[in-house]
Structure formats: structure tokens, C-alpha cells
């Protein structure tokens, strides 16, 4: 059993940057594989970034890729979503997730793959 609580959300105006965070509980973060998802109002939750166990694989979407940077630090049983150069259309829910019994090198895009989820953190990009 894993815990995440994302942080790291707010307001921002739009060509800024924010970076979240998901702390993760427990002493086995680095068997887990990641993720963070977002959901816009009206919209389906999808996956902006996904990082392997190894961390050494990662996938963004289309809408994100260059702009934002996933990365974790198993040390600090931590995951960032470093976010730059921000849109209105980014505003969403983002949550972190996390897939327990992942090969090493995997990286999973889809919602029904992960176990464990984070209550969310709110970004809004303003104009």
C-alpha cells in the first residue's frame, strides 16, 4: 500500500512555470512505476507523463512533450512534474499515480493500470 499527495498547484499566468510534486508513503517507492494524469472540467482524465521504475524511460503527451519534464528521486520517495511554459488549455486536476509490479524499464500510459492515486492538486493558467 503506497499514499501520494500531490503539491505544488496554483495560479499561474500563462508562459510561466509551475512544478508539483507527489510524496509517496512507504519504503517501497522505487518498485513503482509513475505517472500524473490530468482532468479539465468536462474532459476525461488523461496521462501527461508516465516514468519507469528505472526512471530511465518516460512518455509524454503530444500536448506537453517539450515543455514538461517528469523525474523522480527514490531517495525522496518523490515524483516532480516540472511544467514550463504553461497554456490556458493545461488548467486542469493533475494527479499522481502509482503502478505496483511494473517491469523495470515500463512505462504505463493507461488509467486502469495504476493502483494507487493522489487526491489531486489544482493548476490553473490564467491569461
Known amino acids: 500500500q503506497v499514499q501520494l499527495v500531490e503539491s505544488g498547484g496554483g495560479l499561474v499566468q500563462a508562459g510561466g512555470s509551475l512544478r508539483l510534486s507527489c510524496a509517496a508513503s512507504?519504503?517501497?517507492?522505487?518498485?513503482?512505476?509513475m505517472g500524473w494524469f490530468r482532468q479539465a472540467p468536462g474532459k476525461e482524465r488523461e496521462c501527461v507523463a508516465a516514468?519507469?521504475?528505472?526512471?530511465?524511460?518516460?512518455y509524454y503527451a503530444d500536448s506537453v512533450k517539450g515543455r514538461f519534464t517528469i523525474s523522480r528521486d527514490d531517495a525522496k520517495t518523490t515524483v516532480y512534474l516540472q511544467m514550463n511554459s504553461l497554456k490556458l488549455e493545461d488548467t486542469a486536476v493533475y494527479y499522481c499515480?502509482?503502478?505496483?509490479?511494473?517491469?523495470?524499464?515500463?512505462?504505463?500510459?493507461?488509467?486502469?493500470?495504476?493502483?494507487?492515486w493522489g487526491q489531486g492538486t489544482q493548476v490553473t493558467v490564467s491569461s
Open positions: 516514468i519507469s521504475r528505472s526512471g530511465g524511460s518516460t
Open positions: 499515480a502509482a503502478k505496483a509490479g511494473s517491469i523495470w524499464m515500463y512505462v504505463h500510459l493507461r488509467e486502469r493500470e495504476y493502483d494507487y
Open positions: 512507504g519504503r517501497t517507492f522505487s518498485s513503482y512505476a
